[in-house]
């Protein structure tokens, strides 16, 4: 049973410029969970998709947008970067309920 | 929605002693506590985590209880290691996780 993978580990972007995040989730989950990471804070909830419809947001504005597939991998699309959207951005999938173990995260440098 | 507290920030213990975290939680409807340890550069590890139909529970060294009426949950740490030293924190769930602050113990050798 493979775990949660993202790709890429590590990124840097110019401010202003969009940048695709990828995650594939556990074998059998049908739920993905993106949670963004600031450096010295706890992780806080982006959104949830289940089943490739978008089941709940948390406080991050429209440029933060996202995408489930049929195989239930999913994507971060950032737009119009800032620097403060410097962070790790962490996955983590779920069989239709709240997860609990993260893929190994993105690294992002906007600069 | 959600809102974590977790105290306190920070933590340093002798090698051998215990450490305690403590995390309050404001929605009724949590229903799942985990905890998590993150070394620097890594991603969040669970350690353990609890449901609400369950007041303690124990693995090893590391234990979790829970107080739905008093809605606190805190982590406790048994005979403390140097390799225990680590950002701890905690996380109240509904369908969604929401982190306290974290907390960061250092174990003394």
């Known amino acids: 049973e493979t775990g949660v993978t993202q790709s890429p580990t590590h990124l840097i972007k110019t401010r202003g410029q969009q940048v695709t995040l990828r995650c594939s989730s556990q074998s059998g989950h049908n739920t993905v969970s993106w949670y963004q990471q600031a450096l010295g804070q706890g992780p806080q909830f982006i959104f949830q998709?289940?089943?490739?419809?978008?089941?709940g947001r948390g406080n991050f504005p429209p440029r933060f947008s996202g995408l489930q597939f049929p195989n239930y991998s999913s994507e971060l699309n950032v737009n119009a970067l800032e620097l403060d959207d410097s962070a790790l951005y962490l996955c983590?999938?779920?069989?239709?309920?709240?997860?609990?173990?993260f893929g190994p995260g993105t690294r992002l440098t906007v600069t | 929605g959600e809102n974590v507290e977790q105290h306190p920030s920070t933590l340093s213990v002798q090698e051998g002693d215990s450490a305690v975290i403590k995390c309050t939680y404001s929605d009724s409807a949590s229903n799942y506590f985990p905890w998590y340890k993150q070394e620097l550069g890594k991603r969040p590890q669970l350690i353990i985590d609890i449901r609400s139909n369950v007041g303690e529970k124990k693995d090893q060294r590391i234990a979790v209880t829970l107080n739905k009426t008093a809605k606190h949950f805190s982590l406790h740490i048994t005979e403390t290691q140097p390799e225990d030293s680590a950002v701890y924190f905690c996380?109240?769930?509904?369908?969604?996780?929401?982190f306290g602050a974290g907390t960061t113990v250092t174990v003394r050798a």
């Open positions: 996380a109240a769930s509904d369908y969604k996780l929401s």
């Open positions: 983590a999938s779920s069989l239709g309920q709240a997860p609990s173990r």
């Open positions: 998709y289940y089943r490739e419809e978008e089941n």
